[in-house]
């Protein structure tokens, strides 16, 4: 079964992790992501069609069918780890290059251990 919110398109299961990964972050922050941010989980079907209504100047966050074979902790990491991203105002790769990439990459890592890991279990 799929849902659509407003900051989470997806299965239920994915739906619950995003918002256990969200759930870390002080109030005002957690905002900002929910505004700023929709995250769009693996779909089993081939396309999604997404109206402008809905992203509405948004950032998206696509997950790849590889998300799947994640456990549950695993894609929190993931989730904490691209969220990262976004409050540090990344630039989305392919626009950059690859060493500024490998550089921002460490520094989401980093973010993301101080905000969430401590929180979430460990993997
Ligand atoms: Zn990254």
Do not use: W
């Amino acid at each position: 079964m799929y849902f659509t919110e407003r900051y989470v398109i997806g299965e239920n299961n994915d739906k619950s992790i995003v918002y256990n990964v969200l759930n870390q972050l002080p109030e005002i922050e957690r905002n900002s992501v929910i505004e700023s941010i929709i995250f769009l989980m693996p779909f089993e079907k081939p396309v999604c069609y997404l109206k402008t209504e809905i992203v509405d100047g948004r950032s998206i966050v696509q997950f790849s069918n590889h998300f799947i074979k994640y456990s549950d902790p695993e894609e929190e990491h993931i989730i904490s780890h691209e969220i990262a991203h976004f409050i540090l105002k990344h630039e989305c790769y392919g626009n950059i290059p690859d060493n500024i990439v490998k550089e921002q990459d460490l520094a989401s890592e980093e973010l993301a251990k101080k905000r969430f890991y401590d929180s979430l279990n460990n993997i």
